[in-house]
């Protein structure tokens, strides 16, 4: 069977590296100034062949190149993950400011939590090249709760308790919202400490 991504799979890889790239030289200039680094960890992966075309199916789209790479925008799929929630909003800005990439798509999941309580920036850009790139950026603790409830979702079919497990998950991210929160607030605490001596 053909690519879904025809020819395209060797641009797809480059824009990823082209995008990872960037997210490492912001990472140096920030240690440089700073001695810090604002990122955890960071993950990049062009959609494997079987999920892409799973979602076309999903979505009612024929299974070609033009649905993978102009309908569906996360071929590319980035994921930066944070130490804490100001450093996710200067990602955000910093993948925004460059010419050659247009945002073409934002939900803030950190300040509009979904109903079950996930949290994320995703952004969606378009490179000049005319490939999507799909960035999700997030504190460490929303990623430990987004992994976990990933994990349990696809798990065997729960039966009696659903319900109570649905609201523990909610409880769960909210109080590991109100912990980034603290901690955030912590950090500006000793920075504007050291920024009086």
Same mark, same amino acid.
């Given at each position: 069977?053909?690519?879904?991504?025809?020819?395209?799979?060797?641009?797809?890889?480059?824009?990823?590296?082209?995008?990872?790239?960037?997210? $490492?030289?912001? #990472?140096?200039?920030? =240690?440089? @100034?700073?001695?810090?680094?604002?990122? !955890?960890?960071? &993950?990049?992966? /062009?959609?494997?062949? $079987?999920?892409? #075309?799973?979602?076309? =199916?999903? @979505?009612?789209?024929?299974?070609?190149? !033009?649905?993978? &790479?102009?309908? /569906?925008?996360?071929?590319?799929?980035? #994921?930066?993950?944070?130490?804490?929630?100001?450093?996710?909003?200067?990602?955000?800005?910093? &993948?925004?400011?460059?010419?050659?990439?247009?945002?073409?798509?934002?939900?803030?999941?950190?300040?509009?939590?979904?109903?079950?309580?996930?949290?994320?920036?995703?952004?969606?850009?378009?490179?000049?090249?005319?490939?999507?790139?799909?960035?999700?950026?997030?504190?460490?603790?929303?990623?430990?709760?987004?992994?976990?409830?990933?994990?349990?979702?696809?798990?065997?079919?729960?039966?009696?308790?659903?319900?109570?497990?649905?609201?523990?998950?909610?409880?769960?991210?909210?109080?590991?919202?109100?912990?980034?929160?603290?901690?955030?607030?912590?950090?500006?605490?000793?920075?504007?400490?050291?920024?009086?001596?």
């Amino acid at each position: 069977m053909e690519s879904i991504y025809g020819q395209h799979r060797p641009e797809l890889e480059k824009v990823l590296q082209q995008m990872l790239g960037r997210i $490492d030289d912001l #990472r140096k200039n920030i =240690r440089e @100034k700073t001695g810090e680094d604002p990122i !955890e960890h960071c &993950l990049g992966r /062009i959609k494997s062949e $079987d999920s892409m #075309r799973e979602k076309c =199916r999903r @979505k009612g789209l024929p299974e070609t190149t !033009e649905s993978a &790479l102009q309908e /569906i925008h996360d071929a590319i799929g980035i #994921r930066v993950v944070c130490a804490f929630r100001s450093d996710v909003y200067k990602v955000r800005d910093y &993948l925004a400011g460059f010419d050659d990439v247009t945002v073409t798509e934002e939900k803030d999941y950190i300040r509009h939590a979904k109903p079950n309580g996930y949290r994320s920036y995703h952004m969606i850009v378009k490179t000049d090249s005319g490939y999507y790139v799909e960035v999700q950026i997030r504190t460490i603790s929303m990623d430990t709760w987004a992994a976990l409830e990933h994990h349990m979702k696809y798990k065997k079919k729960v039966s009696g308790n659903e319900e109570l497990i649905i609201s523990e998950l909610k409880r769960c991210a909210d109080e590991l919202a109100s912990t980034d929160i603290s901690m955030q607030t912590i950090h500006d605490m000793i920075y504007e400490e050291e920024d009086h001596f």
